[in-house]
């Protein structure tokens, strides 16, 4: 089966564009498209939200093909470009680019950057989570609070951590380690995931 993968971020934008180069690529190559993906999303949101999740990573099987434009059609940070490349290519799903020619697939290659790829986020994961608690340690000792400022409504105890708790939860964090890592019960942490997570 062969996807043909199309994003734009707005839907004041449209897909023809995407869509024609990658039939010019299958015709040159002699291939069709089986089925198309077509979304009209902001790359910075949770795969799982999107239909790149919800159709590719539930029903693609090994073997199929995965064809885009380019490697930022599948997301906005590097991070998560690595996961959904890692994902595919330990299903034995091949991923091709039209811009700069990405062929990966089921070879040695392939296998030497899924390994890679999930090498590189779990260093990165570390990472923030390693500068995260260092924040909230040097806030502690320092006497600040880490709460919300009066006068500002829509400012909350866990706002200055919304990207980071956006992040582990997409790469595999449970809510009550996250909850203790930072500070607070779970009860806190779900309430404040119903604000962030659909704005």
């Known amino acids: 089966m062969v996807y043909g993968y199309?994003?734009?971020?707005?839907g004041h934008q449209n897909t023809e564009s995407q869509k024609m180069e990658i039939m010019n690529f299958c015709e040159r190559n002699s291939m069709k498209v089986d089925c198309w993906i077509e979304e009209k999303i902001s790359g910075t949101k949770n795969p799982s939200k999107r239909k790149l999740g919800k159709i590719l990573?539930?029903?693609?099987?090994?073997?199929d093909l995965v064809i885009c434009t380019e490697i930022s059609r599948l997301g906005r940070s590097l991070i998560?470009?690595?996961?959904i490349l890692q994902f595919f290519l330990e299903r034995g799903i091949k991923v091709w680019t039209?811009?700069?020619s990405y062929r990966l697939g089921d070879d040695i290659q392939s296998k030497v950057l899924a390994f890679a790829f999930g090498l590189s986020a779990e260093i990165?994961?570390?990472l923030i989570s390693e500068r995260t608690k260092a924040g909230i340690q040097r806030a502690k000792k320092e006497g600040k609070k880490i709460g919300r400022k009066a006068g500002k409504a829509k400012e909350y105890k866990l706002s200055k951590y919304d990207e980071y708790i956006k992040f582990q939860l997409i790469y595999g964090a449970t809510k009550s380690e996250l909850a203790r890592e930072l500070g607070v019960t779970r009860g806190t942490l779900e309430n404040h995931l119903k604000r962030i997570m659909f704005n």
């Open 6 to 10: 199309v994003r734009v971020s707005t």
């Open 57 to 63: 990573m539930n029903d693609c099987k090994k073997g």
């Open 80 to 83: 998560m470009i690595m996961n």
């Open 98 to 100: 039209i811009k700069g």
């Open 124 to 126: 990165e994961r570390q």
